[in-house]
C-alpha cells in the first residue's frame, strides 16, 4: 500500500521536482491532501494526516523540536534546488537587505541534517 502523501502549491517549483520525480520512477502517488502553502502541509503532516515533501528551510524548528522527522529516501535521484538573491544591478543592497542575506546564510549553514530513518512507522 502506497503511503498517503500531502503536497502544496501544485505548480510551484517544490510540486513540480517531486512529481517529476515519481513520473521518471513509474510510480504514481497516493495524495490524500493537496493544501494552499507550506505552513497547512506541516499541520497536516503533524495531524499523521500523511507525509510530504518540504524545503528542509521550512522545517529546520520543527525538525529540532521533534514535532517532525526527516526521512532519507533511498535509491532515488536528488532533488536539489538554488535559490538566487536578486537586486538591481545599480542599487547598492540597503543595511537591511544585507542583514536579511546574512540570516538566509546563516540558515542555509545550519541546516538540520537528515536523521536516518528508512520508513515512517505505520498509522
Known sequence: EAWPLIFYDRGSSDWTLSQGLFRRAGLLPNVVLEVETIEACKRMIERKL???FLPQISVIHELREGKLVAIEIVN???????LDVIHPRRRPLTRDAQAFLHILRTAAANAVPLQKNKKPKKR
Open 50 to 52: 500523511g507525509l510530504g
Open 76 to 82: 532515488a535521484e536528488t532533488l536539489r534546488r538554488n
